[in-house]
Nanobody, 125 residues
Framework: QVQLVESGGGLVQAGGSLRLSCAASGRTFSSGGMGWFRQAPGKEREFVAAINWSGDSTYYADSVKGRFTISRDNAKNTVYLQMNSLKPEDTAVYYC??????????????????WGQGTQVTVSS
């Protein structure tokens, strides 16, 4: 089994920054990738960003391009999401996810069999 634990969420004013972390343990992969998704109240879970195992390919939702950066440190089995220029519409529970499959369809929720418990991000206006 793969365990994913997110951290770094919190309350921030619009225009501010946060960095989320996702620590993986257990049966980790040497292929596939990891992603970040978010879910606001009353809305479906949506893709935010993903990164492959080697870290040389990244994918972003249009809504966060230029503001968010995904990265990973394989020595620490940790993936990060640096979020800058935050907006109130970024408010959501952010989830980390892992997949052993290639990220051809990185934005598809069903690609990821492993999920963390989520961390709340609240952006005030």
């Amino acid at each position: 089994q793969v365990q994913l634990v997110e951290s770094g969420g919190g309350l921030v004013q619009a225009g501010g920054s946060l960095r989320l972390s996702c620590a993986a343990s257990g049966r980790t992969f040497s292929s596939g990738g990891m992603g970040w998704f978010r879910q606001a109240p009353g809305k479906e879970r949506e893709f935010v960003a993903a990164i492959n195992w080697s870290g040389d390919s990244t994918y972003y939702a249009d809504s966060v391009k230029g503001r968010f950066t995904i990265s990973r440190d394989n020595a620490k089995n940790t993936v990060y999401l640096q979020m800058n220029s935050l907006k109130p519409e970024d408010t959501a529970v952010y989830y980390c996810a892992a997949t052993p499959f290639t990220l051809v369809r990185a934005a598809v929720v069903g690609l990821y069999p492993h999920w963390g418990q989520g961390t709340q991000v609240t952006v005030s206006s």
